[in-house]
Each structure stands twice: as structure tokens, then as C-alpha cells.
């Protein structure tokens, strides 16, 4: 195998990194929209508490099957090398 035929490991670090950065901003953006709401009394909050909340779970599970997948495709590659 040549140097150019070899994946480079750092970008899928950090693509993983960057994954799990914006993970976490989405969580503390949903952790801080359940404070305002529950402070609140206003119906607006509560939507947009609801609004993140939902974006974050759809973020989550989209992470969740890209990793899955991923293990998936290396379990495959190592069984057939």
C-alpha cells in the first residue's frame, strides 16, 4: 500500500471531535431552554424548550447510527482482510 492509498486517521479524529463538540453544545442549549421554561410561565418558552429538546434527540440519534455504522464497516473490513 502506498502513503496515499492510507486513510488519514486525523480527519476522521477530528470529524468524531466535531461531532461530539456540537453534541454538546445541543445539550446545554436544550439544558438551558428547560431552565428558562420552568422559570417560565409563558408558552413561548415551553415551545422552544420543546423545539431544541426534539432537535437535540434527532441529533443524538443521527450520531448514534452514523457510529453504529461506522463500527459496522470496520467489523466488515477486518473480517475480510
Known sequence: MKKADVPDNHSW?????DL?????????QADRALAKASR????????DANRTLSSY???S???AKL???S???LEKLTNIQ
Open 13 to 17: 479524529i477530528n470529524k468524531l471531535t
Open 20 to 28: 461530539t463538540q456540537a453534541a454538546s453544545k445541543e445539550s446545554q
Open 71 to 73: 463500527v459496522q464497516s
Open 57 to 59: 434527540y434527532l441529533e
Open 61 to 63: 440519534l443521527l450520531n
Open 40 to 47: 417560565s410561565i409563558d408558552s413561548k418558552s415551553v415551545m
Open 67 to 69: 457510529i453504529g455504522k
